[in-house]
């Protein structure tokens, strides 16, 4: 039988759909039983018709849609619920889909502040008016895409490895479920864990070897744990797993602190709160923090990022 398989991208950098790409041969393997019925990645596909003026979003039948992005404007609103409709089952494709992602960034501010910004830049002409016509109305928050339809897998990183993203499309593919590490980034990090340290702001290289090997808690080449070296890394709070069929994750395999890009563990936690608690159970003082609304930097959905405390918060819900 051929599985049928839709895909969108929303509020997205099409980091996602390069991951699919990004499969390689696997994708040839993929064909023999799957069916690209909508991928705008790799098809021509026009929402509006050919004048650009039909304000449709028709989506072919598919067994399963891989939505890719979150939702920021009236056009992700109106797509994700004709995915929902055209497709039996809905992956949550990325950390934007699952969690809002860099675009729920935005969640820190209000729309006239976006807008403001839009018009100080440089390459926008001065005088300028915010657009209005012929582009999509702006919702109120940044949303991840479980808060406008139901979900039926997560499928979480910026982007997802393309190991897993092939083992999700065969087991969905064979009706099995295809599940990620329950366990965090440091559960699997080589790094040596034996002291304490003071959080500072990561203004220089890292004084680290460029590669570190799989481990089982022991520390390999020289690698020591970021945190104790006072470096906000993100492992404690991260869910495993980004680094696809190898066993280490990705940046830490390349020398640099996690950022926490394979969203919260456990789902749908707060990395933020996580976070400050793992660093206060560790002794670290918080005042050493020079913010922590970064922390949620790729989980800022499901309302967890919201204009600075004592702000006046204009928003509605502009669903
Ligand atoms: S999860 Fe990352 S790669 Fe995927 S659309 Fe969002 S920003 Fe791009
Ligand atoms: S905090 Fe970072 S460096 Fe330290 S053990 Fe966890 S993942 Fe490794
Ligand atoms: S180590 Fe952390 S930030 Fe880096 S790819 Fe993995 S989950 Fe993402």
Redesign the pocket.
Known sequence: MTVRIAGEALNACSGCEISFLDMGERCITLMETLQIVHLPLLMDSKHSGITGRDHSFDIPEADIGLVSGSIKTDDHFHLARAMRKACSTVVALGTCAGHGGIPAMANAYDNQEIEQCFLSTISTDQGSLFPSAHVPALMDTCRAVDEIIRVDHYLPG?PPHPDHIFGLLTALAKGQDYDLPAKS?CSNCPALRNGKGEVVRLLRPLDLPAKASPGTGESRNGLLCFIEQGFLC?GPV?IDG?GGNSSL????EAGVP?????GPLPYPGDQRLAMLNALVSNGIDMDSLPETRSLLRFSGGHGRLTPPFGKKDTRTDGS
Do not use: P
């Not at 996690?258 to 394979?262: A, K, L, M, S, T």
């Open positions: 910026c980034v993100m991260t980004c994750a990705r940046c830490i996690c950022r926490g890009c394979f």
